[in-house]
């Protein structure tokens, strides 16, 4: 596995999709190698876990890398493949489009690729013109020379076909039902009790669009308070900003990157969870916030309407009036936010599984696909 920053981590999308891969395949007996990057924690060495050779019958190798961020992806992706060329693997398996830079080389020498694009990340606005065509150049790598690719939605999908006549596997990612948790670390940190705030809970870029959800926010009328977690990701002036706007408002809280205890008992007891994304591969926060059993107010993109279907409540995309007239109506009408909660779950769960996801990635290691596109 190549692409990831750590394992185990919950930095990104990625962080979660390799992990919950990587260890059902060694549940199941296989080998895996998971290639992670040198350096600290993307929200800062606070979060860092304890890693050793070992996690998960999985073997970490850690590549050493630059600290700038600009030229971190590019080397990692590098020198853990040039690493990767002499452990006689079956199969190199690629994540995101900017590692992927790199799949031609094991190419060179007969080996099997995957490439799994979790979204296209060069259209994401926190990289510059030159990381940009880099990534876009990873995402030709994989479309021309991958044995075979891997995406999230089916947009992406359409995406490539349109783009590069490639056939793609669609595998989306699974999700497993939560235990649930009463208020007890929110409360004492936070103040917050059941059902009295709204959750965004994404890492602060500007595609994930939580500026448009503190601008609408501030436009409706409610006595909920509205609680942003979520790290930094190579957009610091960005983050700053949303900080800057917070301050603006006693009811809103910043908590920062959160895991463990707070992040189960911010899922499981928030009165709505907004996700107002412009772009996104498949949003596993999303996911997760429906496997509690969440009310869920979606940006109507393809990549989230394609997840919720008639489960969650969507507004327009970059639309702050819209979604204020959706929130508002949401809080206005708590036997809807209801309905949608007491559905969202057993919903979920049933349509995402991990387990599912690994027996489809298994066939596509051994070569045994069939398109639907």
Partial sequence: MIGHKR???????VEIVVDEIATRLTELGYHVDAYNRSGYHVSGKEFDEKRGKIYNGIRLITIPTFKSSSLNAIVYSFLATLRALFGRYGIIHYHAEGPCVMLGL????GYRTIATIHGLDWQRAKWGNLAAHVLKYGEK????KADEVIVLSRNVQEYFWNTYHRRTVFIPNGIEKPVRRDCRDIREK????????????????PEKGVHYLI????KINTDKKLVIAGGNSHAAEYMHKIYQYAEQNKNIIMTGFVQGRILEELYSNASIFVLPSDIEGMALSLLEAMSYGNCCLVSDIPENMEVVEEYAEHFKKGDVEDLKRKLQYLVDNPDIAEGY???SSNFICNKYNWDAVVEKTIKVYNGDVVYDK
Avoid: H, M, T, W
């Fill in 7 to 13: 394992i185990p981590s919950r930095e990104g999308g």
């Fill in 215 to 218: 601008e609408a926010y501030q």
């Fill in 106 to 109: 094991p190419k060179l020498f």
């Fill in 190 to 205: 936070y103040g917050l009790e059941r059902d009295d705030y709204i959750l965004f809970l994404a890492r602060l870029v």
């Fill in 141 to 144: 790598q994989a479309a021309r």
């Fill in 341 to 343: 909660r007491n559905k």
